[in-house]
């Protein structure tokens, strides 16, 4: 566990009085593959969630949350925030549209408030784990009371398996 390590994310939980923990895991400079993430914390993947940032057709920009080991159903994600299609924004658009780059992106404390979607698997968990903004870190925090914070909707939004 790292106490004293901050980031943006850490900030807004604290100031809100959200009950958290502060992971961290061995990282170079880039981005760690999720599932490797989850490995590396001695997690279950399916209790680590990715967040995904995709553009629907209306040109609004959508916030998904997955676990890392699963992998983001357009046609659903779609159809749980009302667009008629979706796709995956680049990579090098992250920063520009969320103030993330890959491998940070978090929920929490992006650019814009997006509407923010966690597959309802997240809600199978007592606990899950998100990014904590910087590479390397990740977020413990009770599942409910975090999409609550977020004012996320749950949905049915991957294929499994």
């Known amino acids: ?4 390590i901050k980031t943006n994310v850490t900030r807004i939980l604290e100031k809100a ?4 923990k502060i992971l961290q ?13 989850a490995r590396l914390m001695g997690q279950d993947p ?23 080991n699963s992998q983001l159903n357009l046609k659903k994600a779609a159809s749980a925030v009302g667009e008629k299609s979706l796709e995956m924004t680049h990579v090098k658009d992250l920063v520009k549209i969320c103030g993330y ?14 509407k923010t979607v966690f597959d309802i698997s997240a809600l ?17 925090a009770a599942s409910d009371e975090l999409i609550g914070f977020i004012g996320a909707d749950t949905a049915d939004i991957t294929d499994k398996g």
């Open 46 to 68: 399916s209790q680590v969630f990715k967040t995904l940032v995709a553009k629907g057709r209306s040109g609004a920009f959508y916030v998904f949350d997955i676990p890392v």
């Open 17 to 20: 009085g959200i009950e958290h």
């Open 101 to 114: 780059a890959r491998g940070n992106v978090s929920p929490i404390g992006m650019k814009s408030d997006y």
């Open 1 to 4: 566990m790292a106490k004293n």
């Open 124 to 140: 199978d968990f007592e606990t899950i784990f998100i990014s904590a903004g910087k590479i390397g870190f990740q977020i413990e």
């Open 25 to 37: 895991y061995p990282h170079g400079k880039e981005a760690v593959e999720g599932n490797e993430v």
